[in-house]
């Protein structure tokens, strides 16, 4: 089993930045990458950015793509979202997901994760 919190969430201005985080713990060893979604209210699920764990390889929503940055710390088991010049529209409830199985399964979908978080809140202001 693997557990994941995500942190970093919360209220800020048109242009402002936050740093989400999420931590996983447990089974850890068998974390082969982290993606974060967000949801919107009245809106799906979409895929936001994720990263493998071994090489670090990121992959980005068009959306979000030169505003957001993911990054890793392998040892802490801890993912980032840096999140720069936001919009009103990236206003949602935030989720980090933990790939543990191998999967051929893009990463850019929610079904190649096998566990999630509780999510975080963002409310971007104009």
């Known amino acids: 089993q693997v557990q994941v919190v995500e942190s970093g969430g919360g209220l800020v201005q048109a242009g402002g930045s936050l740093r989400l985080s999420c931590a996983a713990s447990?089974?850890?060893?068998?974390?082969?990458?982290m993606g974060w979604f967000r949801q919107a209210p009245g809106k799906e699920r979409e895929f936001v950015s994720a990263?493998?764990?071994?090489?670090?390889?990121?992959y980005y929503a068009d959306s979000v793509k030169g505003r957001f940055t993911i990054s890793r710390d392998a040892a802490k088991n801890t993912a980032y979202l840096q999140m720069n010049s936001l919009k009103p529209d990236d206003t949602a409830d935030y989720y980090c997901?933990?790939?543990?199985?191998?999967?051929?399964?893009?990463?850019?979908?929610?079904?190649?994760?096998?566990?999630w978080g509780q999510g975080t809140q963002v409310t971007v202001s104009s």
């Open positions: 997901a933990v790939e543990t199985l191998r999967t051929i399964v893009a990463l850019t979908s929610a079904r190649a994760y096998d566990y």
């Open positions: 447990g089974r850890t060893f068998s974390t082969r990458a």
């Open positions: 990263i493998t764990w071994s090489t670090g390889s990121t």
